[in-house]
Nanobody, 123 residues
Framework: QVQLVESGGGLVQAGGSLRLSCVVSGHTFTHYAWFRQAPGKEREFVGSITKSVGSTSYADSAKGRFTISRDNGKNVLFLHMESLKSEDTAVYYC??????????????????WGQGTQVTVSS
């Protein structure tokens, strides 16, 4: 069964931190990404990581605050978020791709998606 399952979301105070996890099963992927979607807005790219080398790429909004990592032995993807702002409130999704298609930030380039986990940053 090909499946991605996120966990770790919740309510956090502004300035706080949170770590999201994504368990990957059922297939071998080449790279992963985190996206987020705030109410009434389009889903946007947060960051990505290659499975083999661990090379990362981040959206400007995430640079310096968010860190993507992975544990290949456990098939787990992580998103560690620090210095959280109210603007970070969104449903966060992990995604996986079976091949590179020219960009790490394009939604359509990913093949399997998680169900999403809610992150709410209080003011």
């Amino acid at each position: 069964q090909v499946q991605l399952v996120e966990s770790g979301g919740g309510l956090v105070q502004a300035g706080g931190s949170l770590r999201l996890s994504c368990v990957v099963s059922g297939h071998t992927f080449t790279h992963y990404a985190w996206f987020r979607q705030a109410p009434g807005k389009e889903r946007e790219f947060v960051g990505s990581i290659t499975k083999s080398v661990g090379s990362t790429s981040y959206a400007d909004s995430a640079k310096g605050r968010f860190t993507i990592s992975r544990d290949n032995g456990k098939n787990v993807l992580f998103l560690h978020m620090e210095s959280l702002k109210s603007e970070d409130t969104a449903v966060y999704y992990c995604a996986a791709a079976t091949s590179y298609r020219g960009s790490y930030s394009v939604i359509g380039n990913y093949d399997v998606w998680g169900q999403g986990t809610q992150v709410t940053v209080s003011s």
